[in-house]
């Protein structure tokens, strides 16, 4: 009896498994940090758990956005949509626009929690705080400097007027401007301007080269950043 499939279907279980544990495992290191992050830096109990439960509620809505894609990316435009889903509105504040690119399973989960932090952000003292204020989502690819380079914005008009930079640092600020650059190898800052918070990412793009084709998840003829 010839079993090759059959052998060749129980190495893909082991494999399937294989990797499976080792998310988890991802997984719950990022709930140890998470954890420990805000509740050193929150006085009051009960906000340090609303918090908390935000952020975990924000990585769950990743964990789905990925699955549904079998852990093979995503694309930014559904990173964008699912991170800001929760604050959206009848009359929607967010505006956004940008190409049809895919992410790696990884850097869209810290997307994700970015995007998060800047709405929860707004929502407190910005764009969000108001019933005019709006955020402008954006991002392009260009070349810079010979490289072509992922270029993302987020900013936010018709809200209260920012006077000063804030003086303590919090897990989202330090999380958006450190995390998200070292997972992608880019830059990102955060700009207190008068009219309103500008965040501006940037990070190498390549094409796909991981053995997942564009192709497997959207329309062919689109590349992904790493």
Known sequence: MD???LKTREERTRLILG????????????????????????????????????????????QNLLIRNDW???SLSDVVEEATKPFDRDFSPFHVTGDEIFISSRLAKVMIFALHELCTNAMKYGALSTGDGEVLVSWRVADVDGVRTLLFSWREQHGPAIHSVPGRRGFGTRMIERWLAQEAGGTATLRYLEEGLLFEFSAPFVAVDDGVTPSDIRPSGEDRII
């Open 72 to 74: 093979r990316g995503a």
């Open 19 to 62: 990797e499976f544990a080792h998310r988890i495992k991802n997984n719950m290191t990022m709930v140890q940090s998470i954890a420990r992050l805000t509740l050193k830096t929150t006085r009051s109990d009960e906000k340090a758990l609303a918090i908390f439960q935000a952020r975990l509620s924000a990585l769950a809505n990743a």
């Open 3 to 5: 079993i090759t499939s």
